[in-house]
């Protein structure tokens, strides 16, 4: 829990009662590995932080090929802000690749900590452009890239993450097949 109140800490100033009203609303759950958090067609309705664990983001093209779009790690907040906010379906699922840990917070408590605490708005207002510039990041250089400039690009910049993720799913992350990136892998080693 310490860990979320230090995380909003660095985008705004919480006292101690509003500190103890955040964690009077966060709910601790876990996921198996392998299991979907959320699934398309679903109206997302609560907003997470996860403290252990990763998980990836990911939808079916037109084809039906399953892509993964990106990977959520620890100490990151995760939702579908688009569908949350307007409270419609999804279009993507998110699913755990490794066993995870998350602080869950409902719709009610989120409206609840946007009329109590005043700094709240601006601080999940900072949360947000920096989880959307940090998308953009991880997606706009690997359009100029090929194969295996998109691997080393991210191992560097995921170094912990490139051993966590399975192949098929980094594969699809990199727009890549699994044999090509086991190639690229073999060439590198």
């Not at 067609?41 to 990106?70: A, V």
């Not at 207002?125 to 400039?149: F, H, Q, R, W, Y």
């Not at 966590?164 to 690229?184: E, M, V």
């Amino acid at each position: 829990m310490e860990t979320l109140i230090n995380y909003l800490l660095q985008f705004g100033n919480l006292n101690k009662q509003q500190i103890d009203l955040i964690k009077s609303k966060a709910v601790l759950k876990e996921i198996k590995k392998d299991q979907f958090y959320h699934e398309a067609g679903r109206i997302p309705r609560e907003i997470i932080f996860l403290t252990e664990g990763i998980m990836r983001i990911c939808y079916y093209n037109y084809k039906g090929d399953e892509i993964t779009k990106y990977f959520i790690d620890e100490n990151n907040f995760l939702a579908d802000i688009n569908s949350y906010n307007q409270e419609i379906p999804s279009t993507e699922y998110i699913q755990a690749i490794t066993d995870c840990s998350y602080i869950a917070f409902s719709k009610n408590a989120m409206t609840d900590f946007s009329m109590t605490i005043i700094e709240w708005d601006n601080i999940i207002a900072k949360i947000t452009a920096k989880g959307l510039a940090e998308k953009v990041n991880k997606i706009s250089p690997m359009l100029a890239e090929d194969a295996t400039e998109r691997y080393l690009s991210f191992f560097e910049k995921f170094p912990k993450l490139a051993h966590r993720i399975p192949l098929s799913y980094l594969a699809s992350y990199l727009g890549i097949t699994q044999s090509s990136l086991s190639r690229i892998r073999k060439n590198i080693s």
